[in-house]
């Protein structure tokens, strides 16, 4: 899932079983390249637009940083042990985990078809706000020098 303050820029969902790795997410970031070019042509014309991504394992690689530096993909810096930025974690997944908890489904697709529905449903301007609060936690975390900080707010 990839999306800026407007919206979903990008998702797809795993094959059942399949782990990300390297080669995977590789082929995701060129795909979000396209997407990039044509959901927000402005910033790929201007190249402005900017990724975000956690330290996992297969964002860190060698491979995954000679990729975006050979396609002049700027990456904003994730800072280390710093899971209270991830705005797909504080945001994204508890927001369609709350609209999707309880509810009971038949097949993997049915389960898909309603979260593409609920991250559809969510407005620009609560994106618009989770980027505020991502603003936010980078104040703190930089306040507390990388400490978690959730618990203290």
Request: proline share 6%.
């Amino acid at each position: 899932m990839f999306f800026d303050w407007k919206g979903i820029v990008h998702h797809e969902f795993l094959p059942c079983g399949q782990m990300v790795n390297k080669q995977l997410y590789q082929e995701v970031l060129a795909r979000l390249r396209d997407a990039v070019r044509g959901k927000r042509p402005e910033l790929w014309e201007n190249q402005t637009w900017m990724l975000y991504h956690d330290n996992a394992p297969a964002h860190a690689l060698l491979l995954i940083r000679s990729y975006l530096a050979k396609h002049q993909t700027s990456v904003v810096p994730h800072p280390p042990y710093s899971p209270d930025l991830a705005p797909a974690d504080f945001f994204l997944f508890p927001k369609i985990k709350a609209t999707l908890k309880g509810r009971r489904f038949q097949t993997i697709e049915e389960i898909q078809e309603n979260a593409i529905s609920e991250l559809r449903a969510i407005t620009e301007s609560t994106f618009q706000e989770a980027f505020q609060q991502w603003k936010k936690r980078w104040e703190l975390c930089t306040a507390s020098r990388g400490d978690y900080f959730e618990r203290r707010q």
